[in-house]
């Protein structure tokens, strides 16, 4: 069973930044994408950003220009660089890794935005 650990979240001011780390338990090249979703309390989960095997990514339109998605495929690592923060961010956020059959999940990591 593949395995995907988030961390580097907290708690930031508005206008701080954070950067979250997604480690896979294996290659991360063995998913045809990861991404990056996040939950508030009372919401649905969302997509925030997404980064495919052929390094294409896509952002909801609440984070374009502020938050960025990379990977390290050396490190089995996907990253999530967040700046200018603000308090609609805060959520639990969950790393995701698509393959053919199915989406793996990590257990997630909070991030609460105070203003």
């Known amino acids: 069973q593949p395995q995907l650990e988030e961390s580097g979240g907290g708690l930031v001011q508005a206008g701080g930044s954070l950067r979250l780390s997604c480690a896979a338990s294996?290659?991360?090249?063995?998913?045809?994408?990861m991404g990056w979703y996040r939950q508030a309390p009372g919401k649905q989960r969302e997509l925030v950003a997404r980064?495919?095997?052929?390094?294409?990514?896509n952002y909801a339109d609440s984070v374009k220009g502020r938050f960025t998605i990379s990977r390290d495929n050396a490190k089995n690592t996907v990253y999530l660089q967040m700046n200018s923060l603000n308090p609609d961010d805060t959520a639990v956020y969950y790393c995701?890794?698509?393959?053919?059959?199915?989406?793996?999940w990590g257990r997630g990591t909070q991030v609460t935005v105070s203003s």
């Open positions: 995701a890794g698509d393959r053919i059959a199915r989406t793996f």
């Open positions: 294996g290659s991360i090249l063995s998913y045809n994408a």
């Open positions: 980064i495919t095997s052929g390094g294409q990514q």
